[in-house]
């Protein structure tokens, strides 16, 4: 019976166009490299992303992932990872706000919030680019792989970065975000 439901399973994830998989920690070594995409149809695949920022790309082919629920339909956003800064930043550029079947697509680079837990991606995602974890001969773990750690949101951060959020997308310069009461912590203005 087990058999058969994996079996069935696997069906699904042909049928649905997806893959299971887990969700890892964005690793240090990708965290300047990899985008964000938002607002994706839930008919978009991981080669159709991937073929469509490999227009920003000298590479042939980007690692490039849709996030996906449990039962392989799509969450409708997902991530791609480049070579290097410049074909990230210029694939942003360029592909912000552009449809993809039907829906324009909503780009941004990944960021670290202070005292957030780090962004989580697909696994595949990440085995593509850097590949499993593996010991060196030293014993110790592959560093590109290693991914800071970070406590959880406290509340009274989360509202902040909502405000930040919800400011950005309306346009407003980062200096009005910036100022406001108390000692800012980092450039967005959290406070502690």
């Not at 887990?22 to 965290?31: A, G, I, T």
């Amino acid at each position: 019976m087990l058999h058969m439901l994996e079996r069935d399973a696997d069906l699904m994830e042909i049928f649905a166009g997806g893959e299971r998989y887990e969700m890892v920690e964005l690793p240090d070594s990708l965290m300047e490299t990899t985008i964000f995409v938002g607002n994706l149809c839930e008919f978009v695949t991981d080669s159709m992303l991937s073929d469509l920022f490999q227009q920003a790309s000298t590479l042939n082919s980007l690692p490039a992932c849709i996030v996906r629920n449990a039962d392989c339909s799509s969450k409708k956003y997902g991530f791609v990872t480049f070579p290097n800064i410049l074909e990230r930043d210029a694939a942003i550029i360029r592909f912000s706000g552009v449809e993809l079947n039907g829906r324009k697509l909503k780009i941004d680079e990944i960021r670290d919030f202070p005292n957030c837990s780090r962004v989580r991606v697909p696994e595949k995602l990440v085995l593509y680019t850097v590949g499993r974890v593996k010991k060196t001969r030293n014993g110790t773990q592959n560093a590109l792989r290693k991914a800071s750690t970070r406590k959880s949101c406290k509340p009274s951060h989360m509202k902040k970065m909502k405000k930040y959020r919800k400011r950005r997308r309306n346009g407003k310069n980062e200096s009005s975000i910036l100022s406001g009461n108390g000692r800012n912590c980092n450039k967005h203005g959290w406070k502690i």
